[in-house]
């Protein structure tokens, strides 16, 4: 990573910000003053401490959280200009820690990581997986809140993406979701919709062959399916044998789902492991998908896990102490954002050839060294354009890296 240019995150912001209609300057100004903080700040990030390393009070930033912000705007035009071309969008959701019993939206949801049902928030997150770069980048992020009566969970997170489907389509129209979305109400309106879904289907899925032999004549309805899959004994005549080796072999064909009441283009990939053989079932909704995409794809999926972690670890995303639902969602996509912001600045820049793994921490501790030392100029009266000064400030910026 490169940190010798700390000004071109606010470069790459304001020029993203004036692209943008109806912000005026003390909003574009606000926002990437908020997005500095929310590189630089280490511990919680809340309202309290923004006034302490900011140049507002509290109350400034509580009335400026809660005016609305087209986040998804916003990080569109970041991915079009920084990014690759060969996108999809990730759909996952994912819980916020959250006490209390006043805050829009609070109740039990699933958390991954703790394996069972919380108590807290959770948010609905859409990411642009970038497979050139193998990273995600952020788009927006919607709080799970106000779920009508007569309206699943599953209803809900379709109706998030179908409510952005023109925004989301100008990038791409390939939907990553994870097994749990691979169901009839949530796969078939998308592909209406325009979009093709690639996702994991049961490990006991009822499949069947299509029948390509010759119809009986007479009456009825033509005959379409041959026969339910049987995943020990694959039939070779209909399933194409892709690649195979001592511990792995890949399938693949078009077949039909009996949940999803559509044909699929099927990925079945064959592990063995301590001498059994198990298989996991992916799918697209585009027949003439190449295999070798919807498994690079549906893996590539699992990179919006990343930027949930970075985005909590380092860019406080449980941190939001508002029970209001406007500061809340933009206290959420700004955290998401600004792990957008350290990757495009510092990682997607360079080279891809002499790029290490990313590190949100290394850009973080940068960022807050950055932070101390403008303050020790400006108390001090230091003059940082000498030659000699130049250098030492450069090892300053990177004291405490992981990789100096």
């Known amino acids: 990573m490169n940190f010798s240019e700390l000004s071109k ?13 109806g912000l005026n300057l003390r909003r574009t100004h606000f926002l990437w003053h908020v997005i500095s903080l929310f590189l630089s700040i280490k511990g919680k990030l809340n309202f309290l401490q923004l006034e302490r390393f ?62 069972r049902s919380k108590w807290g928030l ?13 990273t995600a980048f952020h788009l927006e992020a919607v709080q799970t809140i106000d779920v009508k009566e007569n309206e699943t969970l599953l209803d809900y997170y379709l109706n998030i993406i179908l409510e952005r489907k023109k925004g989301l389509q100008e990038l791409s129209r390939t939907i990553l979701a994870d097994a749990y979305f691979s169901k009839y ?15 994991r289907l049961r490990d006991d899925a009822d499949l069947r062959y299509l029948f390509d032999g010759k119809q009986k004549p007479g009456r009825g309805r033509p005959r379409k399916h041959e026969g339910k899959i049987d995943f020990k004994n694959l039939d070779l005549l209909k399933l194409k044998n892709v690649s195979s080796g001592e511990k792995e072999a890949v399938y693949t064909g078009t077949v039909f789902s009996k949940s999803l009441k559509m044909n699929i283009n099927l990925v079945i990939v064959k592990t063995k492991k301590k001498g059994k053989w198990t298989h996991k079932l992916y799918f697209s909704t585009d027949i003439g998908q190449a295999w070798k995409t919807i498994l690079e794809l549906y893996k590539s999926r699992f990179q919006i896990e990343f930027l949930y972690r970075d985005a909590k670890q380092f860019a406080g995303l ?14 959420f996509n700004a955290s998401l954002t600004t792990v957008n912001l350290a990757k495009i600045s510092h990682w997607v820049c360079g080279p891809k050839e002499k790029r290490g793994a990313f590190s949100m921490a290394d850009v973080k501790t940068v960022y807050h060294n950055d932070l101390l030392i403008d303050r020790f100029i400006r108390k001090f009266g230091i003059n940082p354009n000498t030659r000699k000064n130049k250098l030492k ?5 990177c004291f405490g890296k992981i990789a100096a």
């Open 54 to 115: 900011g140049k507002f009070g509290e109350q400034t930033f509580r009335n400026q959280f809660e005016e609305k912000f087209d986040f998804l705007e916003f990080n569109k035009i970041l991915v079009k200009e920084h990014c690759g071309k060969d996108l999809a969008i990730a759909f996952d959701p994912s819980y916020i820690s959250k006490s209390g019993k006043k805050t829009p939206g609070v109740g039990y949801f699933w958390s991954g990581c703790a394996g």
């Open 318 to 331: 449980n941190d939001c102490e508002a029970r209001s639902e406007n500061k809340l969602d933009f206290h």
């Open 185 to 199: 109400n949530f796969v078939n309106p998308l592909v209406e919709a325009g979009f093709t879904v690639i996702s």
């Open 9 to 21: 995150s606010k470069s790459i912001v304001f020029s993203t910000l004036n692209q943008m209609k």
């Open 393 to 397: 400030l450069r090892q300053l910026s």
């Open 122 to 134: 959770e948010i609905s997150g859409l990411a642009a997986v970038d497979a050139e770069n193998h």
